[in-house]
């Protein structure tokens, strides 16, 4: 089966760096996903990495290591917007089917 | 406006009554998918399919049913709907083999009483 850990809850200062941690266990892998979901909406698709290293997009990136089975979002320079749910995803055991973690909850304070 | 609607967005109905709730995505995507989102639980998919006629059970397939006849439709049946099917249900689309970037739907708040 498949099992996505990250923490419930991450407080951080506005203008500040913060990063999300994802570990996950899952039988064959094809990829990490991050998805952004602002409350009463609906998810938005952030970043996908399939093989090691650190993926850049503005002021997120993200990083896998598939030895570990970690991958993390790093959030640059926050601003209030982006209190929001953050969700990883794998890609395994089929890759049609995408497994989510249970989300991390970011608060951004001024 | 590349999108994927869902209708209803808000939905209360009683024990046993059949629903369907639909799915459109207007991106000529292959594969579509639904998941349920329950507090502390995350997504969690229920079918999927990568194309017409092809659909698969996701994690959580129990008590639901899809249908796929159509590239753009993809509706999610609930033939008895119980309470423990109240939930937040989400449609979601993408090209098959891309990079995993799934767009969603708005969302549908189902309540079961």
């Known amino acids: 089966g498949q099992s996505l850990e990250q923490p419930s809850e991450v407080t951080a200062v506005e203008g500040a760096i913060v990063q999300i941690n994802c570990t996950y266990q899952?039988?064959?892998?094809?990829?990490l996903s991050w998805y952004q979901q602002h409350d009463g909406g609906a998810p938005t698709f952030l970043s996908y990495n399939a093989l090691d290293g650190l993926e850049e997009t503005g002021r997120f990136s993200s990083f896998l290591s598939r030895s570990d089975s970690y991958g993390y979002l790093l959030l640059q320079e926050l601003q209030m917007k982006d209190s929001a749910s953050y969700f990883c995803a794998v890609s395994g055991g089929g890759a049609n089917n995408l497994f989510f973690g249970t989300g991390t909850r970011l608060t951004v304070i001024p | 406006e590349a999108q994927v609607t869902q209708n209803p967005r808000y939905l209360i109905t009683v024990t046993g009554k059949k629903l369907t709730v639909t799915c459109s995505q207007n991106?000529?995507?292959?594969?579509m998918s639904w998941y349920r989102q329950d507090p502390g639980l995350g997504l969690r998919q229920i079918y999927y399919s990568m194309n017409v006629e092809v659909t698969d059970k996701g994690d959580v397939p129990e008590g639901y049913k899809v249908s796929r006849k159509e590239k753009r439709n993809f509706p999610l049946i609930l033939e008895s709907p119980s309470p423990n099917q109240t939930s937040l249900y989400f449609c979601?689309?993408?090209?098959?083999?891309?990079?995993?970037?799934?767009?969603f739907g708005p969302g549908t708040r189902l309540t079961v009483t």
């Open positions: 991106m000529n995507h292959e594969y």
């Open positions: 899952t039988s064959g892998f094809y990829g």
């Open positions: 979601a689309s993408r090209l098959t083999g891309s990079n995993y970037e799934q767009y």
